[in-house]
């Protein structure tokens, strides 16, 4: 199970076995000053676009991994056609980071509000 915590002005992603298996990686840390937006995207399915490496695709069930396109890549812990967090980046690992969560519109204004000063 994906969990997604705020603190001390790092998000910080964690991930379960099975999602750290899927997505061939760790746990993410991205401090809000790297955070350039964060959005609600009401089909994280639909919204993961690229070529997988590493990671599982299963359509129309999950993405997990890393999805990349010329642009920059995106990390995708989607699973399921519904809400999902997208998270872009000005550094690190990927450009977009995407994970399905029924909270993505209350999750994206809180980052907004910390990053933008207001939560403080």
Request: glycine share 12%; hydrophobic share 40%.
């Amino acid at each position: 199970m994906v969990t997604i915590s705020l603190e001390h002005d790092t998000l910080t992603i964690h991930l379960g076995p099975l999602e750290r298996l899927f997505a061939v990686r760790g746990s993410l840390s991205l401090p809000l000053q790297h955070i350039a937006s964060a959005e609600s995207v009401p089909d994280g399915l639909a919204a993961v676009t690229g070529l997988r490496a590493p990671g599982l695709g299963v359509p129309g069930w999950a993405k997990f991994g890393t999805w990349r396109r010329r642009d920059g890549g995106t990390i995708a812990l989607v699973r399921g056609r519904g809400p999902a967090l997208r998270i872009r980046s000005t550094a690190g690992p990927a450009r977009d980071v995407l994970v399905s969560t029924p909270h993505a519109a209350q999750l994206a204004a809180q980052i907004t509000a910390e990053r933008t000063g207001v939560g403080q």
